[in-house]
């Protein structure tokens, strides 16, 4: 009874924590989330995204090669709550929820003993990564779902010995986990291989080593055949893959030059790209378990994370320490596969230079991470029987969760509110009050177009969307929308899109700057700022 009000108290705590003003954290709705959103709201309604491809398994919107599941998925919550903010975000955070549930299980499973269990699921509960990821419509957080749930149906299956179907559910969940994020495919065949070999090698059931030999087989020709016909993750690999590094790059030719213009054997010897790559790799790799990225500042892309915070607390740190040495000095062997996977878990993360190290990609280390730490603290609390050291450790824990809770939520939302396109929806009201006043308005390109933002908040009908936007708009030389809102190429369209036509609106992005030289030009009508009180945008009317 008592296990079971603790359960309750913390699924309350994780159910408080991941849903409470969801809207309104993360602030700020981003570009990645509106194009998931508008795009949803397509596929939802005609069946093909904002290019006009038919159910793509990867669709391409702002530079990034999203996969199909995640559009599904938004689709059916649009198709209950409207094409709202709280659409999108809400069917990852129930995500999230249901990962602590699987955890618990899988927990259980690993090891079963109850008191290790409820700490393992508290320690997710309140894990920073975990709570940064699955309020910001993160996809990985689905496929960690899947992923978590699919090794729980292994384990059960080969505890309990269980028939052949169990171990091919259990790879089907795995292989349906890659049409949410593609960085899983990668962490997919590397796990499964490693963890099967594993146990092919520690099992003594010859019946459970053929199930798992044919089910492994059937996965690796699913993954491999995705791969070749799903075309999107092996392009988003090779658009920020670390061989495309600029400073890698610029090693490589540099290497070259220093060796002399004689000595060509001598600089291909010593620095090819075995020898450059692997170090990259190395340097990308090592990054994932350095405090820097674990408990001081969290890696990137900025707008996930609060500042002045890492991705585990610090006290956990000393546990994490703590639990390897405690699961490597003993014999329970899924316990050693998880220190596997948590080793395998930044690889495909390590292979790319963009935003690195980066929480996204890394995500799926989380779980191994937590099991780890809590391990640590089990054994930890089992040795130290007294009760003073326990209470001391929980009120440490406590203190590091309100610190990031007060991070999260006062300082997050002002602290680098550009990286989250604060401004923009407030954009698009004011054009939309404004629209009728002018017989063109100018928008600038920076940070990027906003264009998806106008037809999120706008909600433009599908149909007429795929009629006229979908092959005639062109970001390169500017596009019209809508008879007189011009979405410009330009950065300035006071300084490149000057039009003869005084009864225009120019919005300019925050770079550009409003000194004499435009104050002689253009009237400011108004200035949008984002929660830090910096420009977001400035909307100028040309003087007569």
């Known amino acids: 009874m008592k296990r079971l009000v603790i ?23 981003h570009i ?5 959103g508008y795009n949803s709201f397509l596929i939802l309604n005609t069946g093909r995204d904002e290019n006009g491809n038919f159910l793509p ?17 938004i689709a059916g919550s649009i198709k209950l709550l409207g094409l709202n903010e709280l659409a999108v975000r809400l069917p990852f955070a129930i995500f999230g929820l249901l990962t602590i549930i699987v955890f618990y299980k899988l927990s259980l499973e690993l090891f079963d003993n109850k008191k290790f269990t409820l700490i393992s699921t508290f320690l997710i509960t309140i894990s920073p990564w975990h709570i940064d ?9 689905v496929s960690l779902f899947l992923i978590l749930l699919s090794q729980l149906i292994l384990l059960k299956a080969i505890k309990k010995n269980k028939n052949f179907i169990y171990y091919f559910l259990s790879y089907f969940v795995l292989f349906i986990s890659i049409f949410f994020y593609h960085s899983a495919l ?8 490693a963890i099967n070999i594993m146990y092919l090698l520690t099992l003594k059931n010859a019946q459970v080593k053929r199930r798992i030999t044919l089910t492994t087989f059937i996965l690796f020709i699913a993954l491999i055949t995705f791969f070749i016909i799903g075309k999107g993750g092996a392009a988003r690999l090779n658009q920020v893959g670390f061989y495309q590094d600029p400073g890698v790059k610029n090693e490589q030719n540099k290497m070259f030059f220093e060796e002399g213009p004689d000595n060509t054997v001598q600089a291909r010897l010593f620095h090819n790209k075995i020898i450059i790559y692997t170090r990259a790799f190395i340097k990308n790799y090592s990054e994932y378990f350095s405090p820097e990225f674990l408990l001081l500042n969290a890696g990137l892309p900025p707008r996930y994370t609060p500042p002045s ?34 080793f395998l878990s930044p690889v495909v993360a390590a292979l790319t230079y963009e935003y690195t190290p980066n929480v996204q990609r890394a995500f799926f280390m989380l779980a191994y991470l937590v099991i780890i730490i809590a391990y640590g603290f089990y054994s930890f609390m089992v040795t130290q029987k007294r009760m003073l050291i326990t209470v001391s450790v929980v009120i440490l824990v406590s203190l590091n969760m309100i610190y990031y809770l007060h991070q999260y939520f006062i300082h997050l939302p002002v602290h680098n509110p550009f990286s989250r396109n604060d401004g923009a929806k407030e954009l698009v009201s004011q054009i939309n009050e404004l629209k009728n006043n002018y017989s063109k308005i100018i928008i600038t390109t920076d940070p990027e177009s906003p264009y998806h933002f106008f037809l999120f908040y706008s909600a433009l009908d599908s149909h007429k969307y795929q009629r006229l936007y979908a092959s005639n708009r062109n970001p390169g030389t500017g596009w019209m929308y809508e008879g007189n809102i011009f979405f410009s190429s330009h950065e300035c369209p006071s300084k490149s899109d000057a039009d003869s036509d005084k009864n225009t609106l120019l919005v300019d992005g925050s770079t550009c700057g409003f000194g004499k030289e435009e104050m002689i030009k253009y009237r400011l009508k108004k200035e949008i700022l984002r929660k830090d009180k910096s420009v977001a945008y400035r909307l100028l009317e040309p003087k007569e």
Do not use: C
């Open 7 to 29: 359960l309750l108290f913390i699924f309350i705590l994780a159910a408080v924590i991941r849903l409470w003003q969801l809207v309104d954290y993360p602030s700020g709705f």
């Open 32 to 36: 990645d989330e509106v194009t998931l």
């Open 57 to 73: 398994l990867y669709s391409q919107s702002f530079g990034l090669d999203r996969a199909l599941g995640n559009f599904l998925l």
């Open 133 to 141: 990821l699955v309020r910001a419509s993160s996809e990985a957080s």
């Open 186 to 193: 990668g962490f997919i065949a590397l796990s499964i291989l």
């Open 309 to 342: 915070m890492g991705l585990i607390y610090i006290i956990e740190f000393a546990f994490l320490f703590f639990g390897t040495f405690k699961i490597l000095s003993s014999k329970m062997t899924n316990f050693h596969s998880i220190l596997i996977l948590l």
